[in-house]
């Protein structure tokens, strides 16, 4: 199986300040990667350099088998992206929502209708063809959102907090979406401050200070530390912290 | 009154540390005055004219020489043939053609109108001029009695536009500034959700609403003096009558101002839609229908109505008055008492908008 | 300190009405019912006693803020038997006492993003005619840790900077009751945790303390809680009485191939329910099956090396219990 994400000693500084220090890692086809962190430990910055928003300082990368210095645009193209702040258009109805980002991306019209469809009927969402995104509860636009980000079968998404607020019942369902397109080979890269979210991942990595400093499965990172949860794993390492933002 | 300094401390700090605001709003005066005063002149000199005249006789001679010596008129002698003037007023390069008939007898002036106030002011010139010479003619030939036209321009004796322009800044920049930056600053606090924070603390909703406009009424004053300096230091504009009165009427100017600005923000729930609605609210009535820039006398009725309500008309009017005249209070007491109406109104009507919660 | 009795609150999504903007920000969650009006709040009872944590769970559009808002005084409630009172204060009618007397922290950031930590933190203390001298202790364990920081601009600090800020904003005047709506939204967990034990200091002070918060685990720092979905409380207990009264036989079941499992699990005829928790998945069971009659099932389908335990529900289970029955009710 191959890589769809290789970075090596990737660096993101502001001025005097590392953000990201010398990051390495790479994510496997298929693979549910979590990527954890306190806030202030650079993951938000990473994710920026990983989806072509944000030029690296220093190191390489390929994200989807482009390189992330020369080619951002093409990276762009071939990702999908949503966050728990932006994904979708609250003023226009679902249907519209959706053939703007099949248009976005360059989908002809008449797949744009035909995947449109099949999208409703597996979220069983036909009902709310015409509603305006904004009345729709969290956790439905949640889905939806999701669905929209993977419409254009990316070779890999990446998830910033995407259950955030939502309820306990709509945040499982959730994950079984990711599920779903991580068995359909779509890579899935998904940061998360719940701790059992962490364990639904194939892999984790924790970030303290702008560095790595664990990347294993769940399970491995629990038996390394001797910890029952990854809460205990994840509070131990973020403790170590020293960077005063 | 504590709350209250500390809440007019705060606002001078957003202020201040906006840099791009702030530069913004004491620029705008200056490039305003600057840019009526030299780049934007309605006065119209350097008219270029040529002349037609098949079989040249005394009187056109005459007319001529007269065209020649005006300081409105380039002469264009090279031009004198129909087609070679056809050519240049389409081209844009000759503004009047002043053709005689065949016998020198009668005169018909073609003028490029495509600037209309250009235009219209050379119609005048050459009329005059021409009329002039004709009664030259006439006084020569032994009238029995002559009527002599003598005109005098008074208050601004060299037609100066300045004179006319200046007032109108002050009236819409000071009330650009006051209305759009009140409104602006109390709706940034609903949007940026510390409404909640302020309404759920003992602070009373007056005292925010009056603590937000003290630095705007400070900036204005500021403002105020960079426009009078400018107009009288650079463009030579004098002040004939009291600067107390002026200064006065201004602050009076300003505090309508900030009490319009007061009321949007009680309306509008986000800064985009109050910048749009007080841009909309100040700028066209304060450019179209205030006089600043076209004569109230000369509008349809219904618009003439209209203005009664753009308090602009009503500054712009003292200003002039007071500035440019040299006149005092007993003609300009009508106009202010209007203004102190007005503020009544909207001081009144926006207190009253002002809501204890989020509703 | 707190009582709340049958409060509503209707939002009209404003088609045509009053032209007023009836909708309050952030609250746009609610499920509309049709004909243009939100149900935001329906039929909400509870009680808080002194120096309380009172904790409302319940996700992103449950009603949680504009409860918040009611209580703060900000909204006012549909009118109807219903009551709503802060330290003896009623919320309509006595506002301004209320005002003097609470501290309130918005789900969104609300300060000043321009002005320095210690420019806020005066400028708040002065809004409610103290001074941060004065009040110190109070603030002390929270504001020392980002004091360091004080000349830096608000809108600079990090995430839990800005949260503990926050907080020392809302405590400064030594309010009788503390609202914190979500103040933990999108904070890390070991943030989470620290903010969680200066709560416990606070109410050892005798502060009375609403909270609300989406994140399940929180429940059990919470000396009450209530579960709140869809303007509507569900419960409100202790969370051990919660935990407690939930009477469903709940089995932890682990092994390999978790998502399959869990498909499995749910095709199992005597399974009522079955979701991922972490590292295993929590599986309620109905009366007559044992844990080795599942065990062998799921090895007859080749799940190997499967760990059936019964378990003590958590507050999560108790929450995901409570909104399908509600959900089954209401159709």
């Known amino acids: 199986m191959g890589s769809v994400i290789e970075v090596k000693e990737l660096t993101k500084r502001f001025g005097n300040f590392t953000a990201v220090d010398r990051i390495s890692f790479d994510v496997k086809e298929g693979e549910i990667f979590g990527f954890l962190g306190a806030n202030g430990a650079g993951k938000t910055t990473a994710i920026q350099m990983l989806c072509g928003i944000s030029k690296p300082s220093g190191g390489t990368g390929r994200v989807a088998g482009y390189d992330i210095n020369k080619e951002s645009e093409r990276i762009k193209r071939n990702i999908g992206y949503m966050s728990q702040r932006f994904s979708l258009y609250e003023d226009l109805r679902v249907w519209e929502n959706i053939r703007l980002f099949g248009g976005i991306y360059g989908l002809p019209e008449k797949m744009i209708a035909e995947k449109t469809n099949e999208l409703l009927e597996r979220l069983d969402f036909e009902s709310e063809r015409n509603t305006m995104v904004k009345s729709l509860p969290l956790g439905w636009k949640q889905k939806l959102a999701f669905s929209v980000a993977i419409f254009h079968e990316p070779k890999i998404v990446f998830l910033d907090e995407p259950t955030g607020g939502v309820d306990p019942a709509m945040r499982r369902q959730f994950w079984e979406m990711i599920y779903d397109a991580a068995e359909r080979g779509i890579t899935v890269f998904v940061t998360t401050h719940y701790m059992d979210e962490a364990e639904y991942c194939d892999r984790v990595s924790i970030m303290v200070d702008g560095r790595i400093d664990a990347l294993d499965t769940p399970k491995e990172l629990r038996r390394i530390h001797n910890a029952a949860s990854m809460d205990e794993v994840f509070t131990r390492l973020a403790r170590q912290a020293k960077r005063v933002e | ?359 | 300190m707190i009582v709340v009795e049958n409060l509503h609150k209707t939002y009209s999504t404003g088609l045509g009405k009053k032209g007023k903007k009836g909708k309050g920000k952030g609250d746009g969650n609610h499920y509309g019912n049709g004909d243009g009006d939100v149900k935001a709040l329906n039929g909400v009872t509870f009680r808080v006693n002194k120096g309380e944590i009172h904790g409302i769970i319940g996700p992103d559009g449950a009603g949680k803020s504009t409860l918040f808002r009611i209580l703060t005084s900000l909204l006012l409630p549909d009118e109807g038997p219903s009551k709503a009172t802060v330290a003896g204060y009623d919320t309509v009618k006595d506002f301004r006492q209320i005002r003097q007397i609470i501290g309130y922290m918005p789900g969104r950031f609300s300060l000043y993003q321009d002005l320095t930590v210690e420019e806020n933190l005066n400028f708040f203390a002065t809004l409610f005619n103290t001074t941060v001298k004065e009040n110190y202790h109070v603030i002390k364990d929270i504001y020392g840790q980002i004091e360091p920081f004080k000349d830096r601009r608000a809108g600079a600090l990090s995430g839990g900077m800005k949260q503990k800020l926050a907080l020392s904003c809302a405590l400064v005047h030594r309010p009788t009751v503390l609202f914190l709506d979500e103040p933990t939204t999108g904070v890390d967990p070991v943030s989470r945790q620290e903010f969680w034990e200066i709560l416990d200091k606070l109410s050892e002070q005798g502060i009375t303390i609403l909270v609300s918060t989406a994140y399940m685990d929180e429940a059990n720092r919470c000396t009450r809680i209530s579960l709140m979905q869809g303007g509507r409380f569900m419960a409100t207990d202790t969370p051990k009485g919660i935990t407690e009264s939930y009477d469903e036989l709940l089995w932890s079941v682990e092994g390999e191939r978790m998502p399959a499992l869990l498909a499995e699990l749910r095709v199992h005829p005597s399974v009522k329910t079955a979701f991922a928790f972490g590292d295993n998945h929590h599986v309620t069971v109905r009366e007559g099956i044992s844990v080795d009659a599942l065990r062998e099932h799921l090895t007859g389908k080749g799940f190997n090396k499967v760990r059936i335990t019964p378990i003590e529900p958590t507050v999560e289970d108790a929450f995901m219990k409570a909104s399908m029955e509600v959900l089954n009710g209401n159709e």
Request: proline share 4%; aromatic share 10%.
């Open chain 2, 1 to 359: 009154m504590k709350q209250f300094i500390a809440f007019v401390n705060k606002e001078f700090r957003h202020i201040f540390r906006d840099r791009r605001t702030m530069l913004i709003i004491l620029g705008i005066p200056v490039v305003q005055i600057l840019l009526f005063g030299f780049a934007i002149n309605t006065e119209v000199k350097d008219l270029h004219v040529a002349l037609y005249a098949p079989s040249p006789n005394s009187f056109i001679n005459g007319v001529t020489e007269r065209l020649y010596q005006s300081e409105y008129f380039t002469y264009r002698a090279e031009l004198d043939d129909p087609i070679k003037m056809e050519e240049s007023m389409r081209k844009g390069k000759l503004d009047m053609m002043v053709l005689f008939d065949s016998k020198g007898e009668a005169v018909q002036l073609i003028i490029n109108s495509s600037d209309p106030n250009r235009g219209s002011i050379a119609a005048t010139y050459a009329t005059a001029i021409i009329a002039g010479y004709q009664q030259e003619l006439a006084g020569m030939r032994k009238m029995p009695f002559q009527i002599e036209v003598e005109n005098r321009m008074i208050y601004n004796p060299e037609m100066k536009s300045a004179y006319m322009f200046v007032p109108g800044i002050m009236g819409l920049v000071l009330m650009l500034i006051c209305t759009m930056m009140t409104s602006v600053s109390i709706v940034r606090e609903k949007e940026r959700g510390t409404m909640e924070v302020l309404l759920a603390s003992p602070l009373k909703q007056g005292t925010m609403v009056f603590a937000k406009t003290v630095p705007y009424l400070a900036i204005s004053l500021v403002n105020f003096a960079s426009i009078l300096l400018l107009s009288y230091y650079v463009l030579k504009v004098p002040i004939q009558g009291s600067l107390w009165t002026l200064t006065l009427i201004s602050i009076l100017y300003i505090f309508l101002s900030l009490a319009f600005g007061l009321l949007i923000s009680t309306l509008m729930r986000n800064q985009i839609n109050a910048v749009i609605i007080s841009a909309i609210l100040v700028m066209l009535p304060g450019l179209l229908l205030s006089g600043m820039i076209f004569p109230i006398e000369n509008m349809p009725q219904i618009l003439q109505w209209l203005s009664h309500i753009v308090p602009a008309r009503w500054y712009i009017d003292i200003v002039r008055k007071v500035m440019i005249q040299g006149l005092g209070w007993a003609v300009i007491w009508r106009e202010t008492t209007i203004l102190v109406g007005m503020s009544l109104l909207l001081v009144g009507s926006s207190i009253l908008n002002i809501k204890s919660r989020l509703e």
